[in-house]
């Protein structure tokens, strides 16, 4: 079993800053990509920033300059920095992590999602 347990989020006025944090816990051989994504009220889920097992990162051209995802993988922890927040990064946020449970076998995992709401 393998789980992903979000902190960080909550309620932020415009231009403020939140952190949030994304622990994998379980059984498994290593944990390859990781990265976030958001999803707004009515709209599909969308990837927010990657980061490599290596350290080497992308992000959506909508938090370039604002957000920045890190990884600490000795504690197979993923985290993202979001400043200058704007109304419009109001979401749930969720982390993804690309694990390998087995030889030859990954897999995507999902945390619960945690709200951020951006206030202007």
């Known amino acids: 079993q393998v789980h992903l347990v979000e902190s960080g989020g909550g309620l932020v006025q415009s231009g403020g800053s939140l952190s949030l944090s994304c622990a994998v816990s379980g059984i498994f051989f290593s944990i390859g990509d990781m990265g976030w994504y958001q999803q707004a009220p009515g709209k599909q889920r969308e990837l927010v920033a990657t980061?490599?097992?290596?350290?080497?990162?992308t992000y959506a051209d909508s938090v370039k300059g604002r957000f920045a995802i890190s990884r600490d993988n000795d504690k197979n922890t993923v985290y993202l920095q979001m400043n200058s927040l704007k109304p419009e990064d109001t979401a749930v946020y969720y982390c993804?992590?690309?694990?390998?449970?087995?030889?030859?076998?990954?897999?995507?995992?999902w945390g619960q999602g945690t709200q951020v709401t951006v206030s202007s």
């Open positions: 993804n992590a690309r694990v390998q449970v087995r030889i030859f076998s990954q897999a995507d995992y």
């Open positions: 980061v490599t097992s290596d350290g080497s990162t």
